[in-house]
């Protein structure tokens, strides 16, 4: 684990959480980057609430978990990706069809891999959740 990559250190204690059945995870550093994979999370229903408390030193995340998540994870290096090549990333990260997201950044923002297909547009592979 990187101590400079701030959505590997939250992957993985969600993760981490998500494997000991516990209700809910504290974690820090606050990121824009972050927060937008944790709100695609919350979006397709794989965590529940999460809110930032500002603490002074940084913020720290307050994230309930709906024990909905089998795996997390971040993909080093970040593999760009065209539109054509979702499906090969897909069979790589993923562990059937239609189960799981990848998350894409685009030009357009951050966003799962079946938004990026439905808008035809590639981008950066950031990580993976189901």
């Known amino acids: 684990m990187s101590a400079n990559d701030n959505l590997a250190n939250v992957f993985t204690a969600v993760r981490n959480a998500e494997r000991l059945a516990k209700p809910e995870v504290f974690t820090r550093p ?17 965590i529940g609430e999460f809110e930032i408390i500002e603490d002074g030193r940084g913020s720290i995340y307050h994230i309930k978990l709906v024990h909905r998540i089998n795996n997390c994870g971040v993909v080093k290096p970040r593999f760009p990706t065209k539109l054509l090549e979702f499906e090969k990333w897909e069979q790589r990260f993923l562990p059937a069809n239609d189960v799981g997201f990848l998350i894409v950044s685009t030009p357009k923002g951050i966003m799962t891999h079946r938004e990026a297909k439905q808008k035809k547009l590639g981008g950066a592979l950031l990580g993976f959740f189901f």
Request: proline share 0%; charged share 30%.
């Open 30 to 46: 606050k990121s824009k980057l972050v927060t937008e994979c944790l709100k695609l999370m919350q979006k397709n229903g794989y």
